[in-house]
């Protein structure tokens, strides 16, 4: 049987542009709601230190009024974990976060960091919340995630992405070799970053990977021809990749 595939949106640039103009529109809820609609199978919303885009009202709008799981992307301080704590998301994904970056521009120092993260992991954990830690596709960073506690883990995409065509399968083959490493060790293996409905296929043909989160592109393509479409199509192309790369037929 092919591995389900889940695909998280994330709905941190509808917030963006709300936050352009300020107001309360286009409102991140209502994008959550219609990636339920569309066929998504949980929501991603990253609450940065400082609050560039969701913010703390959307994610207790978001805890209270959605059905899907919600994957709350933050970093590993102190007052992060208060706020997951006090709203208990299905999952934390801990990642980097750096005032002058535009958008996440790496994974997790896992081999450097590793007492801070052990300790905000370990108090996840014991409340009751998947954490998952955002890091390079190494073999290294893997097995210091698993060292540190984390059952779960997020390869980072955008290199692959960002690659010039010609220079991608490079970039792949270590996503490939990650994900395969992972399940050796007994770590639920995530995806994403900068994927797009051109990138996405082989991505989502890796057996080993549980779930892809996507949004920036998502947001981008919604403008054209709406979010549910942009939404169904990504599903689609994931889905017809997995069952290729299984020989089962896509339902």
């Not at 409905?197 to 080993?208: K, L, R, Y």
């Amino acid at each position: 049987m092919t591995r389900i595939l889940r695909l998280g949106v994330n709905i941190d640039h509808v917030a963006t542009i709300r936050n352009a103009r300020g107001g309360g529109h286009p409102d991140p809820l209502r994008a959550a709601k219609a990636a339920a609609k569309a066929g998504a199978d949980g929501i991603t919303a990253h609450l940065r230190e400082d609050r560039r885009h969701i913010g703390d009202d959307d994610i207790t709008r978001l805890c209270r009024d959605i059905d899907l799981p919600l994957n709350l992307e933050m970093a590993a301080i102190d007052e992060m974990l208060e706020i997951a704590l006090r709203h208990k998301p299905h999952a934390v994904c801990l990642v980097p976060e750096k005032r002058q970056e535009r958008t996440t521009e790496g994974g997790l120092d896992v081999l450097g960091g590793g007492d801070d993260l052990a300790s905000v992991i370990q108090a996840l954990s014991q409340a009751g919340i998947r954490v998952s830690l955002f890091i390079e596709p190494d073999v290294a960073h893997l097995d210091a995630a698993l060292a540190l506690g984390a059952p779960v883990v997020e390869l980072h995409t955008g290199a692959y992405c960002d690659a010039p065509i010609d220079a991608r399968s490079t970039q792949l083959d270590r996503i490939v070799a990650a994900a395969a490493h992972a399940d050796r060790i007994g770590l639920e293996c995530h995806a994403g970053h900068g994927l797009t409905f051109d990138t996405v296929g082989p991505v989502a043909a890796i057996p080993t990977i549980f779930e892809l989160n996507i949004g920036h592109f998502l947001v981008g393509e919604a403008i054209f021809g709406g979010l549910e479409s942009a939404i169904k199509r990504m599903r689609s192309l994931m889905d017809k990749s997995r069952a290729e790369a299984t020989g089962e037929r896509s339902a």
